[in-house]
Structure formats: C-alpha cells, structure tokens
C-alpha cells in the first residue's frame, strides 16, 4: 500500500474523529500530564490522535482480504470520498468495531505502561 492509501484510509477508518480525540484526551488525564505546558500537552495530544490513526488504517487494512485491499486501493486511487471509503470497510469488515476496540485498549495498555 502506499503513502496516499495510508493517508486516505486513515481518514476513513477514523470518521468519527470526536472520539478518538476524547480518547487522547483521556490518555493525557489518566498519564496525569494535563498539568504541563498547554503547548506541550497540545502536541502530545497530536502525537497521540497521529497514532490513533496510524492504528486505525493498519487495523481495516489487516482486516481486508487480498482482493478486497486491492479494491480498496483502487477506490484510494480513484478519489473516493472518505465517507465511500467508510462504507467500504463497514461492508468488507463485518467485526471492525470490536478489531478497534481491542486495538485501542492494546494502545492504551502499552501508552500507560500498565498490564492487565
């Protein structure tokens, strides 16, 4: 997959993009950093939301068969809206939800240094 697919799939597979930065959020609360420097925590936030994204693509892309992520591709390279390229993933990756939630509780474990 290359740069552009990253790019636009990540959009896709974070439409919702008001929780993931609740989420970031969060993170910051329970690592107890909120209180420093608002321009720092403003770019862990970033860093954080950056990550966040990164993970969602790498999970719908895991996700898809050979064939599907083929199409998929070709839907990127076409210039399909972020919204043709949500329902895609809706369609073709029937447990998406449940793939993300154990990706961000993975993230959250390994960003808060803490084991279940």
Do not use: C, W
């Not at 959009?11 to 959020?25: D, K, R």
């Not at 993170?27 to 925590?41: N, Q, R």
């Not at 992520?69 to 993933?89: H, I, N």
């Not at 449940?98 to 990706?103: L, S």
């Amino acid at each position: 997959m290359d740069a552009n697919i990253e790019a636009q799939s990540s959009g896709s597979a974070t439409s919702a993009a008001a929780p993931l930065e609740t989420f970031a959020q969060n993170l910051l609360i329970e690592k107890g950093v909120t209180d420093l420097d608002a321009s720092l925590v403003a770019g862990m936030k970033q860093d954080i939301l950056e990550r966040l994204e990164l993970l969602s693509t790498k999970v719908v892309l895991n996700a898809l068969t050979e064939n599907d992520a083929a199409q998929f591709e070709r839907m990127v390279d076409a210039g399909a809206s972020s919204e043709e390229l949500q329902k895609f993933t809706d369609e073709h990756v029937p447990d998406l939800s449940q793939r993300m939630t154990e990706a961000l509780l993975r993230f959250r474990l390994m960003y808060l240094g803490t084991t279940t």
